[in-house]
């Protein structure tokens, strides 16, 4: 059975190969390795492997994971990259490095009123429901610019980039549209922005996921966001709902 540090050397050659096909600097990617519903250990065998970058789904299920590993906390980044309701944004903007999941402003403003004064500004990503899915969390791509412009202005915060799930896709080029639309939506709005913000630095384009890494690459993805490639199949997350039996 291949290992976690053999699983996590592949993904590294494949953003090589896609950097190269591209014609891309392979550092301009980052792996964020997706370590929901896998154990503390597992993290940790992925930190002997050189990984530094966390992605957790679930606030909770992060916070225990965070708390299990408080002895690498300096060394690693936690990312939030799953669905956030405005209940649990405290221990968020306490304990995360950055969240990839906002899609409203009220959001954003709990969360950087809630950032502690003694840590560095939260790093966000907006997320963009890209596919325009009716069941998708995700601002829809004409509410980003006035989303970032006020995102950028709260004090706590620091916009780095938009962020999005697309509908899988089987081929390729079907692949890639949605992230090429995501990219030039992040084209626009550093296009509208950098020019009032001067320290504004939206440098961060999160797609790409085991499935789809090759085209989010290639159409400019700065972090990929892989699980299941490194960890393995996740089982089934429980549903809210119970089970009636029909
Ligand atoms: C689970 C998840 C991932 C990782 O997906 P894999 O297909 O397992 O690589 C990436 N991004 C988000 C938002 C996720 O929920």
């Not at 950055?98 to 990503?125: F, G, M, T, Y």
């Not at 990219?183 to 789809?212: C, F, R, W």
């Amino acid at each position: 059975m291949a290992t976690i540090s053999s699983r996590i050397q592949k993904q590294h050659q494949r953003i090589a190969q896609a950097c190269h096909a591209a014609g891309r600097d392979v550092h301009s990617v980052t792996l964020l390795v997706v370590s929901k519903t896998f154990p503390a250990e597992d993290v940790r065998e992925a930190f002997d492997a050189g990984e530094r970058r966390f992605g957790e789904n679930y606030v909770q299920e992060g916070l225990d994971k965070i708390a299990a590993l408080a002895d690498l906390r300096d060394q690693l980044e936690w990312h939030l990259i799953g669905p956030l309701q405005s209940n649990k944004t405290k221990p968020v903007a306490e304990h995360f490095d950055w969240v990839h999941s906002v899609d409203r402003l009220k959001i954003a403003q709990r969360l950087s009123e809630q950032r502690p004064a003694h840590l560095p500004p939260l790093n966000i990503c907006l997320q963009v429901n890209i596919s325009g899915e009716a069941s998708k969390s995700g601002a829809s791509p004409a509410e980003v610019p006035a989303l970032a412009r006020a995102v950028a202005g709260l004090p706590r915060l620091r916009l780095r980039g938009l962020m999005a799930v697309p509908e899988p896709a089987a081929e390729f080029e079907a692949q890639r549209q949605p992230h090429r639309a995501l990219a030039a939506l992040l084209a626009q709005v550093k296009a509208e922005l950098q020019t009032e913000q001067q320290d504004l630095t939206l440098d961060t384009l999160s797609m790409g996921m085991s499935a789809d890494l090759e085209a989010a690459v290639a159409e400019g993805a700065s972090m990929v966001r892989i699980g299941s490639a490194i960890f393995g199949s996740r089982a089934a997350k429980p549903t809210a709902e119970p089970d009636t039996g029909h």
